[in-house]
């Protein structure tokens, strides 16, 4: 039982290039999310997928698309990256009937 | 003003000591309180969770909800080195599938 896994753990990318990261789950967990987290901003939502093919927007969903591809598998991903998204990204899953939140170890992402 | 406010620090005390974390809050409508753990490059990981008003306790952890006041707490008795870390608050209204987080408390345990 592997919980949240994310990949990659680190990416550099230069402004304009896009990518998608990765976020799996294995506890058959409903509601999937994606955090970003800066110096003294705490924990900041930009997508969730509150079941199986829903999404939804957060606080800060501008620059972002996400998929939620199945079950386990929910994707953030950066169109045209920019240095303001430069950040530590979580993904998270929470169990139905249940309101904790289980987090991955995170992706650390540069955009020079 | 932020919905859930919570001190950054850093919070520096001596092994041993009780550490006591702190959160308040402005929306009277969270019903479930949840504090995290987070250490350095890692992400958090939950430490307490309650509902109700009052005390829980979980070894040297207690957390602490006063509704009426809208503020919690958490307590760490005999603190360790290994308890250095950022301490989240999370609160969640009844049926929603959104936390709001505070922003985190720095404790640094020394020993």
């Known amino acids: 039982n592997a919980g949240v896994t994310q990949t990659p753990k680190f990416q550099v990318l230069k402004t304009g290039q896009s990518m998608t990261l990765q976020c799996a789950q294995d506890?058959?967990?409903?509601?999937m999310y994606w955090y970003r987290q800066d110096p003294g901003m705490g924990l900041r939502l930009i997508y969730y997928?509150?079941?199986?093919?829903?999404?939804d927007k957060g606080e800060v969903p501008n620059g972002y698309n996400v998929s939620r591809l199945n079950k386990r598998e929910f994707s953030l991903r950066l169109e045209s990256a920019a240095p303001s998204q430069t950040s530590v990204y979580f993904c998270?899953?929470?169990?139905?009937?249940?309101?904790?939140?289980?987090f991955g170890p995170g992706t650390r992402l540069t955009v020079l | 003003q932020k919905e859930v406010e919570q001190d950054p620090g850093p919070l520096s005390v001596p092994e041993g000591a009780i550490v006591s974390l702190n959160c308040t809050y402005s929306n009277s409508a969270f019903q479930y309180f949840m504090w995290y753990r987070q250490y350095s490059r890692k992400g958090p990981e939950l430490l307490m969770y309650?509902?109700?008003?009052g005390n829980k306790e979980d070894g040297r952890f207690t957390a602490q909800v006063d509704k009426s006041s809208k503020y919690i707490s958490l307590f760490i008795r005999d603190s360790q080195p290994s308890d250095s870390a950022t301490y989240l608050c999370?609160?969640?209204?009844?049926?929603?599938?959104?936390?709001?987080f505070g922003r985190g408390t720095s404790l640094i345990v020394h020993p």
């Open positions: 309650t509902y109700s008003s």
């Open positions: 998270a899953s929470t169990g139905r009937g249940t309101d904790t939140q289980y």
């Open positions: 999370a609160m969640i209204e009844g049926g929603s599938y959104i936390p709001t």
């Open positions: 506890m058959n967990h409903n509601s």
């Open positions: 997928s509150a079941s199986e093919g829903t999404t």
